[in-house]
């Protein structure tokens, strides 16, 4: 019986000399250091197993949502709401638009929360785009020729965050100052950095899209439509981790446009926000021939980043 128990204590004691030098030498392991890069845990974990998220089922949702909405609209069960603020928290504005022949009527594109018109001069404001499958907002364009018709392109091109909250569907259309919206295209072109329209025809318009964040795709640059966005084409394309995140067209000489193109890179790990492919481009024929504009700017990589015009 003795022997049985200076066997066991032996056996215990051996297994706690195991455990400690175990516990020892896991203690002298270098252990991994913090990342200091960014870690978009929000789209990772949305995005599990893969690495991207399937931008066909994210619309197919958004359509789902929609259809949900409508009919619990139609129902007549919602009851009735009344607003409860709070109204000092605010956000990003992507976009204010005025009509140039009447300075009361105003349109203004939230980053995550729609379009916005007023007509009493910005004194109250009232949603018109509530009805769409992405309410973020890229930018709003109103056609010169008739105010009444509005291009809103939809995916904020300032997705510093990178949350697929930002990712928009294209670009949508409304030819009676914002009562109805017709779907136009350009759903792959994720993020809208600018929208602008021939001064002598509404149905010729120039879109900027940035493209894919997370990935690189081939529907990046200047799309350009001539029926009013019935059909669309890519009139400048760069690279395929280069998007146009601007593009401004002369008002007298609509024929005359300049871009900017801007490459940026961002994964759920790493991000890059300038590189050698960023630059501005003229056109003198309304986008049919693009040249890069380099006399007297920056040259080096290094120094190339994002653009405005």
């Known amino acids: 019986m003795k022997r049985i128990a200076i066997l066991s204590v032996t056996v215990l004691i051996g297994i706690m ?5 175990l516990l020892f030498n896991h203690e002298l392991q270098p252990q991994d250091k913090p990342s200091d890069k960014p870690n978009d845990w929000f789209f990772r974990q949305r995005a599990y197993p893969y690495e991207q998220i399937n931008h066909a089922a994210y619309i197919e949702a958004l359509k789902q949502r929609s259809e949900l909405n409508l009919r619990s609209n139609s129902s007549g069960n919602r009851g009735q709401w009344e ?9 990003r504005l992507s976009d204010v638009e005025m009509n140039p022949n009447d300075m009361s009527i105003a349109y203004l594109g939230a980053a995550s929360g729609g379009v916005f018109k007023s007509t009493d001069q910005g004194v109250t404001w009232y949603p018109v785009f509530d009805t769409a499958l992405s309410l973020s907002i890229g930018d709003i364009a109103l056609a010169p020729s008739n105010p009444d018709i509005i291009y809103v392109g939809t995916g904020e091109a300032n997705a510093g ?16 100052a914002g009562k109805t919206w017709e779907y136009a295209g350009l759903e792959e072109s994720r993020n809208i950095g600018r929208i602008v329209i021939d001064s ?3 149905d010729v318009a120039y879109v900027a899209t940035m493209g894919n964040l997370f990935a690189n795709s081939a529907e990046r640059g200047i799309y350009k439509t001539t029926d009013g966005g019935e059909t669309w084409e890519n009139v400048l394309f760069v690279s395929d981790s280069t998007g146009a995140i601007d593009v401004v067209i002369h008002p007298q000489n609509p024929d005359t446009l300049y871009a900017a193109m801007w490459e940026r890179i961002r994964r759920p790990n790493r991000r890059s926000y300038g590189g050698p492919t960023c630059g ?13 504009l380099t006399n007297g700017l920056p040259t080096a990589a ?3 980043g994002r653009i405005g015009i």
């Open 17 to 21: 000399a195991a455990f400690l030098i």
């Open 83 to 91: 607003f409860a603020g709070p109204v000092n928290t605010g956000g």
């Open 161 to 176: 965050g990178g949350s697929l909250a930002y990712d928009g569907v294209g670009v949508y259309k409304s030819e009676d």
């Open 200 to 202: 002598r025809d509404p």
């Open 280 to 292: 501005i481009y003229r056109s003198y024929d309304g986008g049919e021939s693009w040249e890069e």
């Open 302 to 304: 290094s120094q190339k």
